[in-house]
Nanobody, 121 residues
Framework: QVQLVESGGGLVQTGGSLRLSCAAS????????MGWYRQAPGNQRELVAT???????HIADSLKGRFTISRDNAKNTVYLQMGSLTPEDTAVYYC???????????????WGQGTQVTVSS
């Protein structure tokens, strides 16, 4: 019963900021990677950012300088700080975790339900 719950989405104006949170809960042995993806209407889901349990981060090239990913391992929570938002950032943002539920289990991908981010002009 792994659950990823996103929060922090909403409606903001161009130039504004938002911080998204995603908390993983349930049967979790270890989390290797947590990250964020987004999907705008009519587009494919694209990678936004990832962070490993060791703290190694990756940000999509087009988002570097505006987006920052961080984590709190004790809380199994990942954050996405978004700044200088534009309407092109409008999308459903999905939390993703690469994790093991138990020792010897496979490493699987788990997804949150998504949170809507809308940036108005």
């Amino acid at each position: 019963q792994v659950q990823l719950v996103e929060s922090g989405g909403g409606l903001v104006q161009t130039g504004g900021s938002l911080r998204l949170s995603c908390a993983a809960s349930g049967s979790i042995f270890s989390i290797n990677v947590m990250g964020w993806y987004r999907q705008a209407p009519g587009n494919q889901r694209e990678l936004v950012a990832t962070i490993t349990s060791a703290g190694t981060t990756h940000i999509a090239d087009s988002l570097k300088g505006r987006f920052t990913i961080s984590r709190d391992n004790a809380k199994n929570t990942v954050y996405l700080q978004m700044g200088s938002l534009t309407p092109e950032d409008t999308a459903v943002y999905y939390c993703n975790a690469l994790l093991q539920r138990s020792i010897g289990d496979y490493t699987g991908n788990y997804w949150g339900q998504g949170t809507q981010v809308t940036v108005s002009s």
